[in-house]
């Protein structure tokens, strides 16, 4: 088998952790598999530099501070391909540039735009272990590029649709994808395997295992995905295909999303184009909008509700008041987003009904619903969202 | 004028450091240069780098030590460049390879064979401040090298040779060359002006300030250098062409080495070649062997003896008792070189007598003498070299 696999920051987080990675390594390339390594920084490493940066300027040169975050990297690969070297194994470090990785210009934040693997080829066919250092690519003026938080898990993804990977299994400090936050139930399990749909409604919703954009792309490339952790030998979650599962569960988890806050417009003016002019104010300051409710009141004037995330409601707040679009705004920090996730609930009914049977049993008044073909969103007040998510992960009988 | 600057380990050793070089390099540019900057890595960095490298391998792979260590001086040029963008100036990081530093492929100490200037000119017509990572360069496989230690001060002195530029700057912690020690003695001079060639003895007897690659390589492209302190405005010391120095001083300076340490072969076995086999086997193993006496004995036997680094003697002593060349072996890691230096000497006698004679006067005993045009070295007791050097200082009116 070919298999990529990447190691995130704690997993390579000191010379230790990093030993025992190349054991890991070592023991994959044993097995009698051709091994491509993709290794983020030490972590605390890019915080470190970013602080460094900010010393000089609050909003330092985007193509300087890509050659900065860059070296953290360049560091753990080369560590690591002296460690298996020194194990007597033949192995390279290949930098973003080296790997072949190109990406638009948009430092800081690229997009990779096609990988060269001439070279990741040629160190395979002489029987190589290949270290690329992840974050990493190089744009077409021959600048190093760096591609956002979380960019290590793109680069494996990315360098393993290139190659047509069989397989990529990004290592992290968990063991996969639980049923819903284990420190709120501990009865939550490991899901074994997860379609790519659903796990891209976890990691929206703000489960860290992996981002988003890494999930869109293993679906597009078709790639499947193994997350486990880098500290013990479970065997992680596989995200893949709806195709390739074979039993399909109703419901695959809960999600939990306190970062929320709540805007609410009463009294919206009746103009045409006014909604747009709201929401297109909000995206012009690159404000994700969540969920939205439109609904006319008991007077007939119309009410308009939306949410944004926390940290992001300071600048909607501004942005709002200044378009004198309502009566008057109002503001609630204090919701949460639920959300019960399974890609079964598109040949079942009564998934949904299910949702809210169960908040009305524990008296949880829902202030807004979202919903999908694989997902239940629900808006309620953040200190009764535990409680919750609690209620819903044994509602659908998760915990057995 | 078209300057290039390189600032050292210490001189970049933290984040306000490296704002007050930014504030330094302004200034020239602001006088109407045009100015490149090369940068050494953070003092330390390199030194913690190799001590990660030395946890996995005592003889780390040198490919990847080389990507390992280059990463050092990426961070300071991009933080400068970060730093130099915020005080509106336009300012670009380069790496080895983006700087067109081409070596050969003797990885960690490589030896630079061109410059390609192109993309150095190119910014420098736009008007750029370029900041350019020392130390570092790309092999013609297309991995990173690294130049060995003061290998930044070789970056320098090649680019500016490369851009037939009309100064090389090396900024460091010290004021500049100084007539000797000043810790030894307090009327220590600082020089204004020193030729290449009294330059490479100093370098070569352990004066830091400058190594001697960089003093030949300025030589050989006939580049100014001049060495001065980052952390005040004075003016340094010039090293030039001796042509350009109006008023040679009979002597420059004074040089103390003590790591020397001195083997006497008593006994020598008479058959021809002997010699050679002694200094081809040292030379074999690395060992710099440097003065060298041979005389016959009362006896008729013949005594060889010879100075390698005391840090060396451990390995020459193996070598020497494998050897069975004389009868029997004597070692002294008690002794020290001291050096009179003077372009001067050249065209003046009496130089060396009133060498001798102060020597005799101190009544030290000189063990060994070697000379050269502009250079008499003499090897003496270790206790007594500090005696040596301040009786040397006065006698050629150094302190006046």
């Known amino acids: ?9 704690t997993s390579v987080g000191s010379l230790e952790r990093i030993a025992n990675v190349a054991k890991r390594v070592a023991k994959t390339k044993d097995a009698g598999n051709q091994v491509v390594v993709v290794v ?15 010393y000089f300027s609050k909003t330092p040169n985007r193509r300087e501070l890509d050659v900065l975050l860059s070296s953290g990297e360049r560091v753990t ?4 391909a002296i460690a298996l070297n020194e194990m007597g194994y033949k192995a390279q470090s290949m930098t973003g540039r080296q790997a072949g990785i190109y990406t638009d210009s948009a430092h800081t934040v690229a997009r990779i735009n096609s990988i060269n693997t001439e070279a990741l080829q040629k160190a395979l066919k002489e029987d190589k272990i290949v270290v690329v250092a992840g974050f990493q690519g190089i744009t077409k003026e021959g600048d190093v590029s760096t591609l956002g938080r979380g960019g290590s898990d793109l680069s494996a993804v990315a360098i393993a649709g290139a190659l047509k990977a069989d397989l990529c299994e990004i290592y992290t400090d968990v063991d ?3 049923t819903t936050d284990p420190r709120i139930v501990k009865e939550a399990k490991k899901i074994d395997v997860i ?20 999930v869109e792309l293993a679906k597009k490339l078709g790639i499947d995905i193994v997350t486990r952790s880098s500290f013990n030998d479970n065997p992680g979650t596989l995200i893949t295909k709806e195709e390739n599962i074979m039993e399909k569960p109703l419901v695959s988890g809960i999600a939990l999303d306190k970062n929320q806050a709540r ?19 909000l995206a012009k300051e690159n404000i994700n909008v969540d969920m939205i409710i439109q609904n006319v009141g008991h007077d007939g ?12 409601l300071e600048r909607a707040k501004k942005i709002m008041e200044a378009l004198h679009a309502a009566e008057y705004l109002e503001y609630d920090k204090n919701v949460a987003k639920v959300s019960v996730i399974g890609v079964g609930m598109k040949s079942h009914s009564g998934v949904a009904s299910k949702a809210f049977e169960t908040m009305a049993k524990e008296n949880i008044n829902i202030e807004m619903i979202s919903t999908s073909e694989i997902k ?6 953040e200190s009764k969202s535990e409680q919750a998510v609690r209620a819903l992960h044994s509602a659908y009988e998760l915990d057995k």
Chains 1, 2 share one sequence.
């Open 1 to 9: 088998m070919l298999i990529v696999q990447k190691y995130g920051g």
């Open 176 to 178: 996969g994808v639980y």
């Open 77 to 80: 690969a080369s560590l690591l």
């Open 301 to 312: 004037t119309t009410n308009l509700g939306f949410t944004v995330p926390e940290n992001e």
């Open 195 to 214: 379609s790519y749909d659903e796990m891209l409604e976890f990691a929206s919703l703000g489960a860290k295992v992996l981002q988003s954009r890494s």
């Open 40 to 54: 983020s920084a030490m972590s605390g490493e890019t915080n470190k530099l970013i602080s460094y940066a900010e």
């Open 263 to 281: 805007i609410t417009l009463r009294g919206v003016k009746d103009k045409p184009g006014i909604a747009a002019s709201i929401f297109s104010s």
């Open 376 to 381: 239940i969103s629900m808006i309620i007040e």
